[in-house]
């Protein structure tokens, strides 16, 4: 018997790369393993190759070695790994779940403060929300007044880029630490009452948030969070499908990997920079983050597979960081948490299956 076709959207420059095997994180063949084991083909398309009024798209598929193109019937069932930055992409994508289709995570960027307003609803979650407001000079200077050290950041960003630190001195001056180009080395620029022409460049020409900087334990002498995958799988349900150690680089404070941090086991940071036991600090991780997925899927559509950046006081008490809805899954692979990685490639693909189920239901 045939196996329903299940549909994985990606980008152009992935696309591109299928046939010659190049596809950068992205590892399309445990798409293909798990669609044996659930017995569905995943194929592999863009948006644009969805066709007005026609029933069938060109897509790529396991042929064993390699990727064939062909015609296939276009899937009831898609999992969206694609990002779009125009609202055309996003008017199609509605247009499609309009038309039948469901398209899981739809969306795979969402803006910061949106995702911070809605986590603020819950009281639960609220605790472990940094302070953060849209970046202005008059409310960076409010931050400034209440707190030492300030985060500054774009509020659509992505891997770690345009982050920038405000921090008080002993003599009441402040140093903004920010990087001149996305590679370049951190420079350095103290003042003491206006705020710095790069600063106030930035949030004129970008929609940037001000947070305060969370209380992160550290390790090694560098701050550290923890990447959490929390999916819904087979069962259709929320579950944690790992969770790995991020520690800054050396004279950084941005953990993410593509910034330089570096990957650990979760087991390997706590037992040398905390007081609470990895088990412990582990729970505390996973119920911390299933609330949140639970919570944030209930006011935005079709969420099911989202990378959350959590961390952790000295105590063990989880701290809300960020949330990704195209969770790269590389820093599994880096951390030496191959089952934990595969999984992430693994659960989309049951939940597709119980979507399917699901489908014929009703």
């Not at 018997?1 to 959207?9: N, Q, W």
């Not at 345009?162 to 008080?168: N, S, V």
């Not at 900087?213 to 090694?220: D, S, V």
């Not at 706590?270 to 505390?284: C, G």
């Amino acid at each position: 018997m045939k196996h329903p076709y299940v549909g994985v959207l990606v980008n152009q420059r992935l696309f591109k790369g299928i046939k010659q095997g190049n596809t950068a994180h992205e590892a399309l063949y445990q798409y293909v393993l798990a669609g044996n084991e659930y017995k569905v083909t995943p194929c592999f398309f863009r948006l644009g190759d969805i066709r007005p009024g026609q029933p069938t798209v060109r897509a790529y598929v396991s042929s064993g070695l390699n990727y064939v193109r062909k015609e296939v019937p276009i899937p009831h069932i898609i999992h969206n790994r694609a990002m779009y930055h125009r609202s055309t992409s996003n008017k199609k994508l509605e247009r499609l779940t309009r038309n039948g289709m469901t398209i899981f995570n739809q969306f795979t960027r969402y803006n910061k403060y949106r995702i911070h307003q809605i986590l603020l609803q819950d009281s639960d979650i609220r605790v472990s929300l940094p302070e953060t407001e849209l970046a202005t000079i008059h409310s960076i200077k409010g931050m400034m007044s209440r707190h030492d050290i300030l985060i500054i950041k774009p509020s659509n960003g992505s891997i770690g880029k345009g982050i920038m630190k405000l921090e008080k001195s002993g003599d009441d001056s402040w140093t903004l630490f920010y990087r001149g180009n996305s590679q370049g080395s951190y420079r350095q620029y103290r003042f003491r009452n206006k705020l710095p022409l790069f600063l106030r460049r930035a949030i004129t020409n970008r929609t940037y948030l001000v947070q305060q900087r969370l209380p992160l334990a550290e390790y090694e002498g560098r701050p550290y969070d923890f990447r959490v995958s929390v999916q819904r799988d087979r069962s259709g349900d929320w579950n944690v499908t790992g969770i790995v150690g991020k520690a800054a680089a050396s004279r950084s404070f941005i953990t993410n990997v593509a910034q330089g941090g570096k990957v650990h086991p979760l087991e390997t940071i706590i037992e040398s920079s905390s007081s609470q036991s990895s088990e412990y600090v582990r729970d505390q991780l996973t119920n911390f983050s299933l609330r949140v997925a639970q919570h944030l899927s209930r006011h935005l559509p079709h969420l099911a597979d989202i990378g959350l950046d959590v961390g952790i006081t000295p105590e063990g008490f989880p701290l809300f960081i960020e949330c990704n809805c195209r969770d790269l899954r590389y820093s599994f692979l880096k951390g030496g948490l191959v089952t934990e990685w595969m999984n992430t490639y693994r659960n989309p693909i049951g939940y597709a299956r119980y979507l399917l189920e699901q489908h014929k239901q009703g």
